[in-house]
């Protein structure tokens, strides 16, 4: 008891708070590589594995080009055409990359993910 007292007195507690979690829609309009059948399981399986990296900090920044490189150099991948990043119910800073900079203590979460997957248009004569 003596040292809690002296530790308040003092000015030193420590007070301990869970995260606040912020959901991230994202959408991902792209070209699969022609080869790959699975394009869509694999994007959406690197998406969630960006996440589950950048989860293990409070205030770790969403890169949006690191998030886009890694989608853009999947073989499934031909081109990645746009990638947006929502945040619906979060207020939250992005610096001139697009990079989403949470408080101190936030931690991002995949939201909803939506892939727009595009095909090339062959000209037949």
Do not use: W
């Not at 790959?36 to 960006?50: C, D, G, R």
Request: glycine share 4%; charged share 30%.
């Amino acid at each position: 008891v003596k040292i809690k007292y002296i530790l308040i007195a003092l000015g030193t507690s420590i007070v301990v708070h869970s995260p606040r979690y912020v959901y991230v829609d994202v959408t991902v309009q792209l070209f699969p590589a022609a080869e790959h059948k699975a394009s869509e399981e694999l994007v959406k399986e690197e998406i969630y594995k960006y996440f589950s990296e950048i989860e293990k900090l409070y205030g770790e920044k969403l890169r949006y080009n690191d998030l886009f490189n890694r989608i853009d150099s999947l073989d499934c991948v031909d081109v990645v055409k746009m990638l947006v990043l929502d945040l619906p119910k979060a207020r939250v800073k992005r610096d001139l990359s697009g990079d989403l900079i949470p408080n101190v203590d936030q931690i991002f979460l995949p939201g909803k993910i939506e892939l727009q997957i595009e095909h090339y248009q062959v000209n037949r004569r």
